[in-house]
């Protein structure tokens, strides 16, 4: 089954705003650090943002003071809310869960969800 499933990606215009979603399910999201990723063709995939299960959170630099991540627990569900978003924002973003002792590429991934800002 699909442990990890994004939604919210689209098309926006710079400096719009996007909020994507992904739903774990209850046995990763209650134990698992959750993070979204991004890559674009031509460039490493990053991590953007994590979240741990206690609410701590991290940011690469360049999305600091723009994105947002949260999770709520009572619906096993991981936000990223972009604001202010710049068309090198552009990406693939997806979700991912570890558990503290794992690497993300160890851990388990969604599919990924396309977003596209526009100039």
């Known amino acids: 089954q699909v442990q990890l499933v994004e939604s919210g990606g689209g098309l926006v215009q710079a400096g719009g705003s996007l909020k994507l979603s992904c739903v774990a399910s209850?046995?990763?999201?209650?134990?698992?650090?959750m993070g979204w990723f991004r890559q674009a063709p031509g460039k490493q995939r990053e991590l953007v943002a994590s979240v741990t299960r206690g609410g701590d959170t991290n940011y690469v630099e360049s999305v600091k003071e723009r994105f947002t991540i949260s999770r709520d627990n009572a619906k096993n569900t991981v936000y990223l809310q972009m604001n202010s978003l710049k068309p090198e924002d552009t990406a693939v973003y997806y979700c991912?869960?570890?558990?503290?002792?794992?690497?993300?590429?160890?851990?388990?991934w969604g599919q990924g969800t396309q977003v596209t800002v526009s100039s």
């Open positions: 991912a869960a570890r558990r503290s002792y794992q690497d993300w590429v160890q851990g388990t």
């Open positions: 209850r046995i990763i999201f209650s134990i698992h650090t």
